[in-house]
């Protein structure tokens, strides 16, 4: 079993920036993958970036490429989403999610373990 633990959402004007973190606890031994996620009210929630914890191979949604940079410390087993330049359509609650296999990162289906979530509002 792996817990995840989010933390650094928060409402910010258009062009700030915020940093998502995410701790992972338990068996994270099992996990090859974590992503960030996001769900807007009335919309899926859709894969915004990726990191494979063992080789640090990353990828990042096309909305938010340039802007949203995905970084791990593997000696405090915790996943950052640094968000720059922030728009008023990145508003969302931000999940992070964890799998343990290779299929693709931005496919829900793939995840095994998810975070209660935490709310970014961007205001313009």
């Known amino acids: 079993q792996v817990t995840l633990v989010e933390s650094g959402g928060g409402s910010v004007q258009a062009g700030g920036s915020l940093r998502l973190s995410c701790a992972a606890s338990g068996y994270i031994n099992s996990i090859r993958c974590m992503g960030w996620f996001r769900q807007a009210p009335g919309k899926e929630r859709e894969g915004v970036a990726g990191?494979?914890?063992?080789?640090?191979?990353?990828y990042a949604a096309d909305s938010v490429k340039g802007r949203f940079t995905i970084s791990q410390d593997n000696a405090k087993n915790t996943v950052y989403l640094q968000m720059n330049s922030l728009k008023p359509e990145d508003t969302a609650m931000y999940y992070c999610a964890a799998k343990g296999n290779f299929l693709r990162w931005d496919s829900t289906l793939n995840y095994n373990y998810w975070g209660q979530g935490t709310q970014v509002t961007v205001s313009s």
């Open positions: 990191i494979y914890i063992r080789d640090g191979t990353t």
